[in-house]
């Protein structure tokens, strides 16, 4: 099992910025690619970020060169650097963790965190 906290969520203006993370506890974390999910109101789930122990990053198209994630195995820490922000982003943000790489499969969700933007 691992279990996935999300936090640093919150309220910011229009072209703000927000770091998210996520913090795992449990099995080895590094035997996981973490990634980043987000879900708007009335809208499907959808992939942001995601990343492997090292390297190869890969991110969602609306979010590239707006959003970085990055990871600190140490300590067990995921993140979700967030710039640019636009009223668009708002959604609540999920951590998750895969077993599988390069193709990503949800075996373990955060709670999610609220990212509100304003205009």
């Known amino acids: 099992q691992v279990q996935l906290v999300e936090s640093g969520g919150g309220l910011v203006q229009a072209g703000g910025s927000l770091r998210l993370s996520c913090a795992a506890s449990?099995?080895?974390?590094?035997?996981?690619?973490m990634g980043w999910f987000r879900q708007a109101p009335g809208k499907e789930r959808q992939f942001v970020a995601s990343?492997?122990?090292?390297?190869?990053?890969y991110y969602a198209d609306f979010v590239k060169g707006r959003f970085t994630i990055s990871r600190d195995n140490a300590k067990k820490t995921v993140y979700l650097q967030m710039n640019s922000l636009k009223p668009d982003d708002t959604a609540v943000y999920y951590c998750?963790?895969?077993?599988?790489?390069?193709?990503?499969?949800?075996?373990?969700w955060g709670q999610g965190t609220q990212v509100t933007v304003s205009s």
């Open positions: 449990g099995r080895t974390f590094t035997g996981y690619a």
């Open positions: 990343m492997r122990f090292i390297g190869s990053e």
């Open positions: 998750a963790a895969s077993s599988t790489w390069p193709s990503f499969k949800s075996d373990y």
